[in-house]
């Protein structure tokens, strides 16, 4: 049997993407040069939610290495290998939080979400409403065919995100989760996917 055609070769630094994207209370968009410093208070006042799930804020960094890691992820966005968004709340211009487009495949329209919210910010709807906006951008002028959401089985507050836009757990992985720090005794994976933007809450959403 012969091979199949190639597949035509995405270039993803070709793909132009608008941003910001606009939700009732939000304004999402790529981190950028100069938001170094919102990053750094965000994270310090975040320090002990955060490093119990996410090993990046592990890592100690000083305001200058913040900057530093928003100018890469600007850099990343550019090449469309990582889409680091950042949440402001749109009346006061303030850093909310963070979410972003992962491990994507571009050839097959693949990503995955991830997200945090500050501490003084959490309860409030604010990630649901930006996970909500950012899958309506994956399934809409990205053309994602999957969108998957993967959390620790035990971060019910993150599977709550998930469960609230209707994405559908896929499965639990057991004894797999690589991102849990020695902290957390849990270390089975939760992963939920979305094939289409059907059923999410409706929300206002453009970008
Ligand atoms: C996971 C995480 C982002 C969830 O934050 P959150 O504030 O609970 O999520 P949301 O912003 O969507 O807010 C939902 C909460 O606001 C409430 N809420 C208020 N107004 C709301 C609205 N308009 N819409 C939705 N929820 C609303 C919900 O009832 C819910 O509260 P509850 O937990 O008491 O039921 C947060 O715990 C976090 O940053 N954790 C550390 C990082 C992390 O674990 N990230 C996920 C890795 S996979």
Redesign the pocket.
């Known amino acids: 049997m012969s091979d199949p055609l190639p597949r035509s070769r995405v270039k993803p630094i070709l793909l132009d993407l608008r941003f910001p994207i606009l939700t009732p209370r939000l304004l999402i968009r790529p981190a950028a040069p100069g938001d170094g410093p919102a990053l750094y208070a965000a994270k310090v006042e975040?320090l002990v939610?955060?490093r119990?799930?996410?090993p990046w804020a592990r890592v100690e960094m000083s305001v200058e290495e913040s900057e530093q890691s928003c100018r890469e992820a600007y850099l990343r966005c550019l090449a469309r290998e990582d889409l680091r968004l950042y949440l402001f709340d749109r009346e006061t211009r303030a850093l909310v939080?963070g979410s972003g487009l992962h491990r994507i495949d571009w050839e097959q329209r693949i990503f995955e979400i991830?997200?945090?919210?500050r501490k003084t910010?959490?309860?409030?709807?604010?990630?649901?409403?930006a996970v909500n906006a950012i899958a309506r951008y994956a399934f809409g002028p990205l053309e994602a065919k999957r969108v998957s959401?993967?959390?620790?089985a035990s971060?019910l507050?993150?599977r709550?995100?998930a469960e609230?836009l209707g994405f559908p757990l896929e499965g639990v992985l057991h004894n797999d989760d690589r991102a849990a720090g020695p902290e957390v005794s849990c270390r089975d994976h939760a992963i939920y996917a979305r094939t289409s933007s059907e059923g999410l809450p409706p929300l206002d959403v453009s970008w």
């Open positions: 975040s939610e955060l119990r799930w996410m939080g991830g997200y945090w919210v910010r959490v309860g409030a709807g604010y990630v649901t409403e959401i993967h959390c620790n971060n507050k993150s709550a995100v609230r």
